[in-house]
């Protein structure tokens, strides 16, 4: 297999590796390899209208659930992110 430049760190006893693509080829966010990343803030509420200004496509509204309030956007490539507080 080639080497593949990537960045990787290591928390605890979790590992996190990073493979850079090309732009606007992220996986399928519901098929396998896809990326989700999480990314808790002080006011979902407030962080998703900044975003909705941008233009930045939300795949669900700010709502509360089991695990607080959260919402879902879509990065420029295609990855879905996840916000809560």
């Known amino acids: 297999m080639p080497s593949m430049n990537h960045y990787s760190t290591q ?9 850079p693509a090309e732009a606007g080829q992220a996986p399928d966010r519901k ?9 808790k803030v002080e006011s979902v509420d407030a962080v998703t209208d900044v975003l909705q200004n941008l233009g ?8 509360d ?6 919402a879902t956007v ?3 490539d295609g990855r879905m992110i996840e916000l809560t507080q």
Not at 11 to 19: D, S, W
Not at 56 to 63: E, F, G, V, Y
């Open 11 to 19: 928390l605890g006893e979790v590992t996190l590796e990073i493979y």
């Open 31 to 39: 098929a396998g390899g896809a990326t989700m990343i999480g990314i």
């Open 56 to 63: 930045i496509k939300m795949l669900s509204m700010p709502k």
């Open 65 to 70: 659930s089991t695990w607080g309030r959260r």
């Open 74 to 76: 879509l990065d420029p």
